[in-house]
């Protein structure tokens, strides 16, 4: 068998997707590459990204020394924002009318079937009636969905209610099944339902990448496991999250920050990741990323799921710039095509920009253009109404400016809609664009970039724009990107978001002085910038906030060395609980037991989240994993030992490297 040497970690983000080749036994990026992501096909992308990659090396790479693919996303954080998804259908054991409300599924997702069956335990891990197997397959058989989620009371007590009930489901159905005992140890019974139908909803749009990475590594001839990063940074093997996709929520920031870390080399600073679509901030301290103790909150929703604390907002370098009706400029948080890219693929795009300057009505929708998203298939949706279908009708492969098609409110709202549903893309003036006029980035050609900004300044200011206008205007665009990018690396230098005030202003305009008096506010770590356009602005937030700003080797693609680089990693939670009486009971994976000696309960706690750790880190790709336990104890006032133990809480985490050999 062929030396395997080398990991390609690759990251699909909202505009580009990238990919880094790492030399394992050297510990080092060897080559790297991005490639426009294809919405339409995600394969497309990430076969574009691998290809180029490896072509950059001198030598090439076999197939065959490639030992593992890892891939980080924003697919289920998106779809989780947008309120993208399957059809599920939703099984509640033992909850009354309060605890189903207290869920909030109905009011999240209208019309959802829901059925609440009877049985489930006490705190005590004791059953509190049989499940109600009629009940569960006459609901069950009822519903026309594609996934369902299963949440028990006190089933982190004791689970055998949810086990019994997935295993009836699938020999009922067949359908994939999500378990909220398999996604937390939470006792919060309707979070943790809540939790799983997030994660039954994504089932099918993760296995939709995981799909098409497998089809991407299969026409390169690449035969090894295929890893993806979850939203604490950690690995797991793809078909292991492929029944767990909620886990991947925050998957993107999480492998930035695992990838700043470990090219930068520091232990404390302060993440900003810029992108095409947003910018993700978090906090590193002593070599270890916040996480959101509470579960990670995506798209209002807080979810049980560990993950990174991180800060996602509308910025990036494709945000779209506006210009208001009082001239002020806006950034974000939509995202769009840069003109200056769509010209680069559509030659076109030059001469119908020059047919709107031609055109001396002038309006807002000038410069402005639509487009199916780059590999999509020619496919209509059943979910269409008449004049969404009309509008899609209109628009290929190829752009056509909105004012040509879009001719009515209505028609706008239309195409507004077909964007919301990821069947259209939209194309405007970007920063991108702005930093192509000014000489600060040369991606694509800069006489689109410039025609646009002509288009951007005759709208502003009511009269065609000479060159130094026209300047001014993309260095102001540059310019608010930088004070935009200053703010939201302060607020997460204070902990907090801060309300707008003259010092903030100050600080982050550049000005530095208010009234008679020189103002700095500055981070008191280091500020590690990764992302592809962050040369282009965060020298210029390095001299605002006069702080150390570090951009590491690779920088441009640290998402997809994080993704190369994680270790694989699982946490297992074991309780004990004494009653003051004697008797001790031991609550985990295995269900429920019980001790009347409590040092025996804490020893049969330590071994259950060790073994289960184990088996669970193994499954999910580790190999020589090392595990370590942490036990926090409460005692009774009058307690000499651990027979006077009121409560423990007994952890396990195991760790090892991804098992290349798989």
Same mark, same amino acid.
């Given at each position: 068998?062929?030396?395997?040497?080398?990991?390609?970690?690759?990251?699909?983000?909202?505009?580009?997707?990238?990919?880094?080749?790492?030399?394992?036994?050297?510990h080092r990026v060897i080559a790297s590459a991005k490639s426009i992501t294809t919405k339409g096909d995600l394969a497309i992308g990430?076969?574009?990204?691998?290809?180029?990659?490896?072509?950059?090396?001198?030598?090439?790479?076999?197939?065959?020394?490639?030992?593992?693919?890892?891939?980080?996303?924003?697919?289920?954080?998106?779809?989780?924002?947008?309120?993208?998804?399957?059809?599920?259908?939703?099984?509640?054991?033992?909850?009354?009318?309060g605890m189903a409300?207290?869920?909030?599924?109905?009011?999240?997702?209208?019309?959802?079937?829901?059925?609440?069956?009877?049985?489930?335990?006490?705190?005590?891990?004791?059953?509190?009636?049989?499940?109600?197997?009629?009940?569960l397959q006459a609901a069950v058989t009822a519903m026309p969905v594609d996934a369902f989620a299963i949440a028990s009371a006190f089933a982190v007590r004791n689970p055998a209610h949810e086990h019994q009930a997935r295993e009836l489901i699938a020999g009922f159905t067949g359908k994939p099944v999500t378990l909220s005992t398999e996604l937390t140890s939470s006792?919060?019974?309707?979070?943790?339902?809540?939790?799983?139908?997030?994660?039954?909803?994504?089932?099918?749009?993760v296995s939709m990448l995981i799909e098409a990475v497998r089809r991407a590594m299969a026409g390169l001839g690449i035969v090894c496991p295929l890893m993806i990063v979850k939203g604490d940074g950690t690995l797991a093997l793809a078909e292991?999250?492929?029944?767990?996709?909620?886990?991947?929520?925050?998957?993107?920031?999480?492998?930035?920050?695992?990838?700043?870390?470990?090219?930068?080399?520091?232990?404390?600073?302060?993440?900003?990741?810029?992108?095409?679509?947003?910018?993700?901030?978090g906090v590193l301290e002593q070599g270890r990323p916040r996480v959101a103790e509470q579960g990670a909150e995506v798209g209002g929703w807080r979810t049980m799921v560990k993950a990174i604390d991180v800060k996602t907002v509308g910025l990036g370098g494709d945000s779209e710039i506006g210009v208001g009706l009082n001239g002020v400029l806006s950034i974000g948080p939509q995202r769009v095509a840069p003109i200056s890219l769509l010209a680069s693929r559509y030659p076109e795009v030059i001469a119908m920009l020059e047919a709107d300057l031609a055109d001396t009505e002038g309006g807002s929708l000038q410069g402005k253009f639509v487009l199916r998203?780059?590999?999509?298939?020619?496919?209509?949706?059943?979910?269409?109404?008449?004049r969404e279908r009309e509008m899609l009708d209109m628009v290929g492969e190829r752009p056509v400016s909105i004012r040509r098609i879009a001719v009515s409110s209505a028609a706008q709202r239309a195409v507004a809609s077909l964007k919301r549903k990821g069947l259209v893309q939209t194309g405007g003036f970007t920063p991108s664009d702005a930093a192509?006029?000014?000489?600060?980035?040369?991606?694509?050609?800069?006489?689109?970039?410039?025609?646009?900004?002509?288009?951007?300044?005759?709208?502003?200011?009511?009269?065609?724009?000479?060159?130094?206008?026209?300047?001014?205007?993309?260095?102001?665009?540059?310019?608010?990107?930088?004070?935009?990018?200053?703010?939201?690396?302060?607020?997460?230098?204070?902990?907090?978001?801060?309300?707008?005030?003259?010092?903030?202003? /100050?600080?982050?305009?550049g000005a530095g002085i208010l009234g008679l008096a020189r103002v700095a506010i500055s981070p008191i770590v280091p500020v590690v910038a990764v992302g592809g356009p962050v040369r282009v602005y965060y020298s210029e937030v390095a001299?605002?906030? /006069?702080?150390?700003?570090?951009?590491?080797?690779?920088?441009?693609?640290?998402?997809?060395?994080?993704?190369?680089t994680g270790v694989v990693a699982q946490t297992v939670t074991v309780t004990v609980e004494g009653d003051g009486s004697g008797l001790f009971r031991v609550h985990g994976p295995d269900g429920v037991s019980q001790f009347t000696d409590g040092g025996k309960a804490l020893l049969a706690a330590r071994e259950m989240a060790e073994a289960h750790a184990l088996t669970a880190i193994a499954g999910m790709g580790a190999e020589a994993p090392q595990v370590t336990l942490t036990v926090e104890k409460k005692f009774l006032p009058d307690a000499l030992d651990d027979n006077g133990l009121l409560g423990a809480t007994v952890k396990a985490e195991a760790i090892g490297r991804p098992n290349a050999a798989r």
């Open positions: 068998m062929s030396q395997a040497n080398y990991l390609i970690g690759v990251d699909t983000g909202g505009t580009y997707t990238d990919a880094a080749v790492i030399e394992a036994k050297g990430v076969t574009g990204a691998i290809t180029a990659a490896i072509a950059s090396l001198p030598e090439g790479l076999k197939p065959e020394d490639i030992s593992l693919v890892s891939v980080s996303t924003t697919l289920a954080t998106n779809a989780v924002v947008e309120g993208h998804g399957s059809a599920v259908g939703v099984i509640l054991i033992g909850f009354d009318d409300e207290r869920t909030g599924i109905a009011r999240a997702f209208p019309g959802m079937p829901i059925a609440r069956i009877g049985g489930g335990h006490n705190h005590n891990g004791e059953e509190v009636q049989k499940l109600d197997v009629a009940a006792l919060d019974a309707p979070r943790r339902a809540l939790t799983a139908v997030l994660n039954a909803r994504l089932i099918s749009r292991k999250v492929a029944l767990r996709p909620i886990e991947t929520v925050l998957s993107g920031p999480a492998a930035s920050m695992v990838g700043a870390s470990w090219l930068s080399g520091l232990e404390s600073f302060i993440m900003s990741d810029m992108g095409g679509t947003t910018t993700d901030l998203p780059f590999g999509a298939a020619q496919s209509l949706s059943a979910e269409l109404n008449p192509h006029v000014l000489g600060l980035q040369a991606n694509w050609p800069g006489e689109a970039a410039r025609l646009a900004a002509k288009l951007m300044v005759r709208f502003r200011d009511m009269k065609a724009g000479d060159d130094a206008r026209i300047e001014a205007f993309c260095r102001d665009v540059w310019s608010l990107t930088v004070d935009r990018t200053c703010r939201v690396i302060l607020d997460t230098a204070f902990g907090s978001p801060v309300p707008p005030s003259a010092l903030i202003d /100050s600080v982050c305009s001299k605002r906030l /006069s702080c150390e700003m570090v951009f590491p080797p690779f920088f441009d693609v640290a998402n997809a060395v994080g993704a190369a």
